[in-house]
């Protein structure tokens, strides 16, 4: 039984190494405040051709670090949130969400196609 178990387990393992299967590498976990990011363009001042290309990517426009209130998207007018509680931008065509500077989702979402804001049933309720 023993035997069985273990040569099972061996097995699995070679085919998820044969497939590629790895540890998912959970990256650098932050200890600084939300408001210490000094953003990416600051990144590219010393990474410069890493820069370069990722700033062609989707990814370096859909998620957007909130400095400048008047930028960001939205009629804030009849927004259910506050500028000032959003630290980041999630989003590019369609709609936006936004998120807090604890990382949680605010339960809004901003709608660019019908100038809309839709409130969702899940996310932050604070």
């Known amino acids: 039984?023993?035997?069985?178990?273990?040569?099972?387990?061996?097995?699995?393992?070679?085919v998820c190494v044969a497939h590629g299967a790895s540890i998912r590498d959970e990256g650098i976990?932050?200890?600084?405040?939300?408001?210490?990011?000094?953003?990416?363009?600051?990144?590219?001042?010393?990474?410069?051709?890493?820069?370069?290309?990722?700033s062609k990517t989707l990814m370096a426009r859909f998620v957007r670090y909130r400095k400048d209130m008047d930028s960001l998207p939205g009629n804030w007018?009849?927004?259910?949130?506050?500028?000032?509680?959003?630290?980041?931008?999630v989003g590019l065509n369609r709609k936006v969400a936004f998120v807090?500077?604890?990382?949680?989702?605010?339960?809004?979402?901003?709608?660019?196609?019908?100038?809309?804001?839709i409130k969702k049933k899940r996310g932050c309720t604070r």
Request: a neutral charge.
């Open 100 to 117: 807090r500077p604890d990382w949680i989702v605010f339960p809004a979402e901003y709608h660019l196609d019908n100038q809309k804001w």
């Open 29 to 54: 976990i932050a200890d600084s405040s939300a408001e210490a990011y000094a953003g990416s363009a600051r990144c590219g001042e010393c990474h410069a051709e890493q820069y370069e290309r990722w």
């Open 1 to 14: 039984m023993k035997r069985t178990l273990l040569l099972s387990i061996l097995f699995l393992a070679s």
């Open 77 to 89: 007018g009849k927004s259910p949130l506050k500028k000032s509680d959003v630290f980041l931008v």
